[in-house]
């Protein structure tokens, strides 16, 4: 098990960036995938991103490719997600989680989560 903490979040206008944090505890970070999801008001969550465990690789949704950037530190056992070009449509409660090894786009696989950070775009 591994707790995980998102920061970063906030307001932004249409166009700019913001870059959020995954912080996790635990001392075998490296052995987990994790994967953002989001989930905007009266919607499902949807996958967003994901990186592996060892190989480091990466998966992005077709809505943020281009645009949205994971990468980890596993010295510092944080997951990053750098979103450049943000849309109103991106405006959502952004949600890290983590599982074993392999990423995947399916929430339902993946074992903790954190408590979600609010990312608001405004056009």
């Known amino acids: 098990q591994v707790q995980l903490v998102e920061s970063g979040g906030g307001l932004v206008q249409a166009g700019g960036s913001l870059r959020l944090s995954c912080a996790a505890s635990?001392?075998?970070?490296?052995?987990?995938?994790v994967g953002w999801f989001r989930q905007a008001p009266g919607k499902e969550r949807e996958f967003v991103t994901a990186i592996s465990a060892i190989s480091g690789s990466t998966y992005y949704a077709d809505s943020v490719k281009g645009r949205f950037t994971i990468s980890r530190d596993n010295a510092k056992n944080t997951v990053y997600l750098q979103m450049n070009s943000l849309k109103p449509e991106d405006t959502a409660v952004y949600y890290c989680?983590?599982?074993?090894?392999?990423?995947?786009?399916?929430?339902?696989?993946?074992?903790?989560w954190g408590q979600g950070t609010q990312v608001t775009v405004s056009s």
């Open positions: 989680a983590a599982r074993s090894l392999h990423a995947s786009r399916r929430s339902e696989e993946y074992d903790d």
């Open positions: 635990g001392r075998t970070f490296s052995s987990y995938a």
